[in-house]
């Protein structure tokens, strides 16, 4: 409940929250081939490879992560590179034999694709890996040629230096829908992250620049990043899966997916891939290295598991010990006409490691969406649909990212979240719905009061969000006297977003507040309307987030009370960790009695609202037990000598 109104009620307000977001389906393309489909009884598929790569040249722990290269014209010509970590960058045919060994002696550990680089006015792709060579540790980046189905050192420099010099570990690639620009995430073994727009160099070659890093708490290699959506995930490798914003503004929020543990998620959680399909859907899968197996979650909003693979051997092996994995909804060769899923072997006794090709219908079976249409190739002249990021993200339930500023799902609205009074410039995706509920207590020398507030959130739209706010019961009490029970207040509350944050400027908002004299009666309220109106301020700094509200209110002037006018203001920060939010926030107003006026000796007889704390101070905490519960706590003290102790739950529906 808003604090620009503490004018009109002085109470600290504590919410159970219930969430149910409404999403819209612009511009959806229909299912193809098999849909998606829950079978009865078990949740594991186990599916036979039909292709294995030669061994890499390198014994024991050598290979480590594919990636697979659909080519633009001849889909049977396509490739899948892997990674000898003690050698070079080895190129495979789809039936397993070797085409090429690059940048031998590089030490490449992961390995991604990328589509569609501009470079010297042409469109082209890039093959790029984390590399641990004594003397040249970073990031390469080679050319793909789909003349000859060879790829060539484009590096400029012959690296491209990450973490000042530290040995890299983990490496994906994004290109934005949003901004056309390509970039490439790196990770450490420490749990550190960097991000790096790449850049054309002159004379056909490719650098980087760095343009974000932030880390998790500790080691971190497999990841992966959804251009259409704009997002980037991350496998801490004991803990679980983050979901961030994929945008380099983006800053440090993020979503925990999965957790080790959860159906039967176990470590170390190693390569991340996405199964991409039409309409913003498709499939995320895990290598839980520890149960030898894969797990899939779905590609849409908050990625709820969906089951597990565990390939088993027929005429070509099992996998073991897998580090990476790779995937692709592309038809290519005969063999693998509806898609393709590779997987690292880190065992292949009694020889030398290597990778193995599944059919993804072998896969999918019925279970699963078989969807060859979606092409990773954003440029015209495919023939193949792609959604805007925008509407794909409508169309997967998920929170819209504006301009770079990802948000994972804790605060998207642009009013307060509890504990917190302060407003946020951040709204809900269009079609969204909130539901607060809550039961508030304030503790003051002489009196208490009960409350019985309810909120209902709608948006209208990505930038238009409207607020419906009555106090359904307010118990006020002086000792052992009952002085006002019934009916509270009715506030109503629109807010639009005027500016997106972004790197430069944070985001801004305003909005516009009345509270209609619903009141039984005095003292509960004054029986006079009051009208605010705010301006809104939120920025990222990392994994902080700052909030400033500067409010005026006219306030109604109920018969013989010299009430006036007030201006409002709040500050709050919200600091982000794995599972927990830290929160606090000043916030409060001017006077609103004159200064030659008192309130009632009694505290509460005469206009009670307008005697109302004029400082507050809370501090507080959120813990997301999962991405639908979260809890929190917040006590709040103010210049009144009142106390508050505001515990609250949140549960969002989809």
Not at 361 to 376: F, M, N
Request: aromatic share 8%; hydrophobic share 40%; proline share 6%.
């Amino acid at each position: 409940m808003r604090r620009s109104c503490s004018v009109l009620n002085p109470s600290l307000c504590s919410w159970f929250v219930f969430v149910a977001p409404l999403t819209c389906f612009a511009g959806a393309v229909p299912v193809v081939e098999i849909p998606a489909a829950t079978a009865p009884g078990s949740t594991t598929v186990r599916p036979v490879a039909r292709v294995e790569t030669q061994p890499v040249p390198h014994a024991r722990d050598a290979a480590d992560t594919p990636a697979i290269w659909v080519h633009p014209t001849h889909p049977e010509k396509s490739l899948v590179l892997g990674t000898d970590k003690r050698g070079g960058l080895m190129v495979y045919n789809l039936d397993g034999s070797v085409r090429q060994l690059v940048s031998d002696g590089a030490l490449p550990n992961d390995v991604d694709v990328l589509y569609d680089f501009p470079l010297d006015g042409k469109p082209v792709d890039l093959a790029l890996a984390g590399c641990r060579a004594r003397d040249a540790l970073g990031v390469k980046v080679w050319v793909i040629d789909p003349g000859t189905d060879t790829l060539s050192d484009a590096t400029e420099g012959g690296i491209i230096p990450v973490f000042r010099g530290i040995e890299p570990y983990g490496t994906c690639v994004y290109h934005s829908a949003k901004t056309g620009n390509c970039y490439f995430f790196a990770t450490t073994k420490q749990g550190q992250v960097e991000q790096y727009q790449l850049r054309e160099a002159g004379d056909g070659k490719i650098t980087g620049a760095k343009v974000r890093a932030f880390n998790v708490s500790s080691i971190c290699e497999g990841c992966v990043a959804d251009n259409e959506l704009g997002y980037y995930y991350l496998a801490e490798e004991h803990v679980g899966i983050w979901k961030f914003g994929a945008e380099p503004d983006a800053g440090e929020q993020r979503t925990m997916v999965t957790k080790v543990g959860d159906h039967n998620l176990t470590p170390n959680i190693e390569g991340l891939a996405l199964y991409c399909a039409t309409g913003g859907r498709g499939y995320l899968i895990a290598s839980s290295q520890g149960d030898n197996t894969f797990k899939v979650y779905a590609r849409e909003s908050d990625n709820p598991y969906v089951l597990t693979i565990d390939p088993q051997a027929d005429q070509i092996g099992d996998v073991e010990h897998t580090d990476g994995i790779a995937v692709t909804n592309c038809a290519t060769s005969r063999e693998f006409s509806k898609g393709l899923f590779v997987a690292h072997d880190g065992k292949n006794k009694p020889k030398n490691q290597n990778f193995k090709l599944y059919a993804w219908e072998d896969i999918a079976g019925t279970r699963l969406l078989v969807d060859t249409r979606w092409s990773p190739r954003a440029g015209p002249g495919q023939g193949l649909p792609q959604l805007s990021l925008q509407d794909a993200q409508r169309a997967a339930g998920a929170r819209e990212v504006g301009a770079g500023v990802s948000d994972d799902g804790r605060n998207a609205w642009a009013v307060e979240v509890q504990p917190l009074e302060t407003e946020a410039a951040r709204p809900a995706p269009a079609g969204a719905v909130k539901l607060e509920v809550g039961f508030e207590r304030e503790l003051a020398s002489r009196q208490t009061e009960s409350n019985l507030p309810v909120a209902i959130d709608y948006a209208a739209s990505d930038r238009v969000q409207f607020r419906l706010e009555p106090v359904l019961y307010s118990d006020i009490r002086e000792a052992h006297r009952t002085l006002a029970t019934g009916l509270g207040d009715l506030e109503l509350t629109a807010t639009v977003l005027a500016l997106t944050e972004s790197s430069r400027n944070p985001g801004v908002a305003v909005a516009g507040e009345v509270k209609l004299p619903t009141a039984s009666g005095a003292p509960i309220g004054s029986g006079k309307a009051d009208y605010t109106g705010d301006v809104v301020l939120s920025k990222h700094v990392a994994s902080l987030v700052t909030h400033l509200n500067l409010g005026y209110t006219i306030v109604g002037r109920p018969a013989g009370v010299q009430a006036r006018n007030v201006f409002g203001y709040g500050f709050a920060t919200e600091q982000k960790f794995a599972r927990f939010d830290a929160v606090a926030e000043i916030f409060g107003h001017t006077r609103a009695l004159a200064k030659d006026v008192q309130p009632d000796p009694s505290g509460r007889a005469v206009a009670p609202e307008l005697a109302g704390e004029e400082l507050v101070g809370t501090i507080g905490a959120r813990y997301y037990a999962s991405d639908r519960v979260v809890l929190s706590l917040g006590v709040s003290y103010d210049n009144d000598h009142a106390i508050e102790i505001q515990p609250g739950l949140s549960l969002k529906f989809r």
